[in-house]
């Protein structure tokens, strides 16, 4: 019984994974952040990949999720020096767009509670009535969103790390003492 609850527990933090980083893929793609997309699509990979080997009793897969799920930390933790400008980084550098775009997080334009204001613009005039004044009235500066997203996913991969490797060890424990019978 004892086992079940940690496989369990394992299958709803993997299925709570997949959700929030589809949720982080569709933001990252609406901003263009092509690095994250790219990282995205790997975490949603080896989180399935996970859930099959937890479904399937295969302590291999879910290695190689425990693994992911140290990169992951790191990624996510590289993400917040990013975006909290820690340690030398900018986040007005192109980095994370590899200089394909003049985007830089759908957060920015579009935070919680950011108010959109008519401005005159010299020349033909706005294009759609309305530009965003940065900051202007934003309840959340979305650099913290960004890391509170990254936060998010750094307490899910420690969470699914831990609870990984002690489904691998059951599950290696099993083998074994059904080898030893």
């Known amino acids: 019984m004892g086992f079940c609850s940690g496989r369990c527990t394992l299958l709803a933090l993997c299925a709570l994974q997949l959700v ?17 997309i790219l990282a995205n699509f790997t975490h949603i990979i080896v989180v ?8 399937q009793y295969r302590p291999r897969y879910i290695v190689v999720y425990v693994v992911w799920a140290a990169v992951w930390v790191t990624w996510n933790v590289f993400i917040i020096c ?12 192109e980095l994370l767009t590899f200089n394909l775009s003049g985007h830089r997080s759908w957060w920015e334009e579009h935070g919680p509670g950011c108010l959109h204001e008519e401005e005159a613009t010299a020349g033909l005039g706005a294009l759609h009535g309305q530009s965003l004044v940065v900051g202007a009235g934003c309840a959340m500066v979305h650099s913290y969103v960004e890391a509170l997203h990254s936060g998010l996913q750094i307490l899910l991969a420690l969470l699914g790390f831990v ?11 099993e083998e074994d003492s059904c080898l030893h019978k």
């Open 48 to 55: 399935i990949l996970g859930l099959f080997g937890t479904i």
């Open 82 to 93: 990013f975006y909290l400008e820690v340690g030398g980084l900018s986040k007005d550098s």
């Open 163 to 173: 609870y990984g490797c002690y489904v691998v060890s059951v599950l290696t424990e």
């Open 20 to 36: 929030t980083a589809l949720e982080r893929q569709v933001f990252d793609f609406l901003g263009y952040q092509w690095a994250p």
